[in-house]
Structure formats: structure tokens, C-alpha cells
């Protein structure tokens, strides 16, 4: 089984960009989906992207369609969520996630978590 360490949050403005990053340990990366999500203060955990097993499909919540970009590199065993066009209600705790076989929105489906990157976007 992975195991999931988030990276690359931090402070931006909006309009701004940062890129997460989420390092699975193990050979069996390419045998997994991924998926980010995110927790905004006093909120549920909600679905934001994911990838399949090769990278060919993506799916995106209708919030962030068009500003975030999921992708990912099985050679070096991480998983990427690029976002542009930052707003303040994108504040959260994003989370990167895995799951045998194939991706989902449902964070049911995700079996290992990563331990959380706070991003915070200020007005």
C-alpha cells in the first residue's frame, strides 16, 4: 500500500497560483487513482480532481473547472494539482488520495490519505 505526503501549500493572494504536490512511497504507484480534496473551516470535505491510473482522464469539480489542472508522473511517483486564478473560497485543507483500480469523486472510494497542505487565499 502507498503512503501519501502533501506538499506546496502556503499564503497567496487571489489571482495567484501554487502548485501541490503529493509523493507516494512504494513500486505500485501506477496501480493506483488519485484524487485531491479539500476541507475549508466549518465545512465538509469535498471532491476537487482526479486522475486516472495513466493520467488520460481527469475530473474536476464544477468549482474549479477551468483553473485547476490535476496531473501526474508514475516515473517519479507523485501526483500534482496546479491552480491558477485563486479565490478566497478555495481556502481549505487539501488532501491528496489514492484507490485501487479507477478514479472516482467519491471520497469513499479512497482508501490512504495524505496528511493535508493548508492553502489560504487571502482577498
Do not use: H
Amino acid at each position: 500500500q502507498v503512503q501519501l505526503v502533501d506538499s506546496g501549500g502556503g499564503l497567496v493572494q487571489a489571482g495567484g497560483s501554487l502548485r501541490l504536490s503529493c509523493a507516494a512511497s512504494g513500486r505500485t504507484f501506477s496501480t493506483y487513482a488519485m484524487g485531491w480534496f479539500r476541507q475549508a473551516p466549518g465545512k465538509g470535505r469535498e471532491f476537487v480532481a482526479s486522475v486516472s491510473l495513466n493520467g488520460a482522464i481527469t475530473r474536476y469539480a464544477d468549482s474549479v473547472k477551468g483553473r485547476f489542472t490535476i496531473s501526474r508522473d508514475n516515473a517519479k511517483n507523485a501526483v500534482y494539482l496546479q491552480m491558477s486564478s485563486l479565490k478566497p473560497e478555495d481556502t481549505a485543507v487539501y488532501y491528496c488520495a489514492a484507490r485501487r483500480g479507477a478514479s472516482t469523486i467519491r471520497q469513499s472510494d479512497y482508501t490512504t490519505w495524505g496528511q493535508g497542505t493548508q492553502v489560504t487565499v487571502s482577498s
